[in-house]
Nanobody, 126 residues
């Protein structure tokens, strides 16, 4: 059973919305560092949004005002609400978790996370 499970990817038209969710059947996310990364073809993986255990959030500059990251402790889930999607948002999106988050600042480097989902495809068509 995968420790990190993602859902919510798909294909939408420019300007549309999608909601990605990340859950774990084995890890309590309430005290974890968590993030969504993405990787487009031919490009490096980049952090889209990340939060620490105090729910401080940091966003990639290009998604500020369009994406919202939130943690739902009751569902044990991390949600990424994506609005006003653009073609450049097309990528595989990955959820990343570091249990027992040691930081009061969100981690933005992939190397800071120890558990990863398999990725979910987001395609924005023009």
């Amino acid at each position: 059973q995968a420790q990190v499970q993602e859902s919510g990817g798909g294909t939408v038209e420019t300007g549309g919305s999608l909601r990605l969710s990340c859950t774990s059947p084995t890890i309590y996310i309430g005290t974890a560092c968590m993030a969504w990364f993405r990787q487009a073809p031919g490009k490096e993986r980049e952090a889209v949004a990340a939060l620490d255990r105090l729910h401080n959030v940091r966003y990639l500059e290009s998604v500020k005002g369009r994406f919202t990251l939130s943690r739902d402790n009751e569902r044990n889930a991390l949600d990424l609400e994506m609005n006003s999607l653009k073609s450049e948002d097309t990528a595989v999106y990955y959820c990343a978790i570091r249990p027992a988050c040691p930081s009061l600042e969100p981690f933005l480097e992939a190397q800071d996370y120890t558990l990863w989902g398999q990725g979910t495809q987001v395609t924005v068509s023009s």
